[in-house]
């Protein structure tokens, strides 16, 4: 892929580590093979190591990507997480062991010719939309398998993928992703983003390979900035960081946060 199409090296999606209170309970992140990086983020594993006491809920915050998990006690069920535009809570219940593949924005569509607006807001059934892979889960992994294990093989699964697809997206729309995140999402769509597109170009390509539009996708990126920045409660008091975001006011940096992350940035960040 060539490099203005590569969003590997410019964007980070993170999501919340878990708790140190959270005992009993690990969550780790692999990354893909080489071939795969400007494709998938990250393989990442949450498993409960022992029965837990009382039932888990796993927050996961927008990022603009789009996830393939799987429960490894269950693996004839799969599914896919589209674009959310808000935080989503999982219920796990007291025992659970669930794998996930994190694609980079743009690219779930890219290798499945998906249109990604069609699993925006929701998840669902992976056989419903990805059958292939649906089956491969199936048929490969159980609650035996070793992380590494199963790392290998979806490397091994995504690159024969990879090489069977033919990699279709106009190379405008990498430019109009990369002018976003280079800008930490702080960017006028309007004004700032000429790139050859129309409104309704714009419109169409991001709503096919992000799942929403250009705007929307700019204020994730705004929010998952100021999670890589690591900022305590105080800093973003005391720095107005939220200013330094492209926010007028405080309220509307507050209400944002919560629709991305769920509690308030003081919540969030205790320290």
């Known amino acids: 892929?060539?490099?203005?199409?590569?969003?590997?090296?410019?964007?980070?999606?993170?999501?919340?580590?878990?708790?140190?209170?959270?005992?009993?309970?690990?969550?780790q992140e692999f990354l893909p093979a080489a071939g795969l990086q400007n494709f998938i983020y990250c393989y990442w594993h949450l498993k409960s190591?022992?029965?837990?006491?009382?039932?888990?809920?796993?927050?996961?915050?927008?990022?603009?990507?789009?996830?393939?998990?799987?429960e490894l006690n269950n693996p004839q069920e799969s599914f896919v997480m589209g674009f959310s535009k808000k935080f989503t809570e999982f219920p796990l219940g007291n025992s659970f062991n669930y794998f996930g593949i994190r694609f980079l924005p743009a690219a779930f569509p890219q290798l499945f010719?998906?249109?990604?607006?069609?699993?925006?807001?929701?998840?669902?059934?992976?056989?419903l939309i990805v059958p292939g892979t649906s089956l491969f889960i199936r048929q490969k992994f159980y609650s035996v398998n070793n992380a590494l294990d199963i790392k290998?093989?979806?490397?091994?699964?995504?690159?024969?993928?990879?090489?069977?697809?033919?990699?279709?997206?106009?190379?405008?729309?990498?430019?109009?992703?990369?002018?976003?995140i280079k800008n930490s999402g702080s960017i006028t769509i309007e004004k700032d983003l000429d790139t050859g597109l129309s409104p309704r170009q714009l419109r169409r390509l991001f709503e096919f390979y992000i799942g929403d539009?250009?705007?929307?996708?700019?204020?994730?990126?705004?929010f998952q900035s100021l999670l890589n920045s690591r900022p305590t409660a105080q800093s973003i008091r005391q720095e107005k960081l939220f200013f330094d975001m492209g926010y007028?006011?405080?309220?509307?940096?507050?209400?944002?946060?919560?629709?991305?992350?769920?509690?308030?940035?003081?919540q969030a960040f205790l320290k």
């Open 1 to 27: 892929m060539k490099t203005e199409t590569s969003i590997r090296n410019l964007y980070t999606p993170l999501q919340p580590s878990i708790a140190k209170s959270a005992d009993n309970i690990t969550y």
């Open 49 to 70: 190591t022992q029965a837990l006491s009382e039932p888990f809920n796993y927050r996961v915050v927008a990022d603009g990507c789009i996830d393939i998990f799987f």
């Open 113 to 127: 010719k998906i249109d990604a607006s069609e699993i925006s807001d929701r998840f669902e059934n992976l056989d």
């Open 152 to 180: 290998n093989q979806l490397d091994q699964h995504f690159l024969k993928i990879q090489t069977q697809s033919q990699l279709i997206a106009d190379h405008r729309l990498f430019r109009a992703i990369n002018l976003i």
């Open 213 to 222: 539009s250009a705007k929307t996708f700019s204020k994730i990126v705004r």
């Open 248 to 266: 007028f006011d405080q309220a509307h940096f507050i209400k944002d946060f919560k629709t991305f992350y769920g509690i308030t940035p003081s």
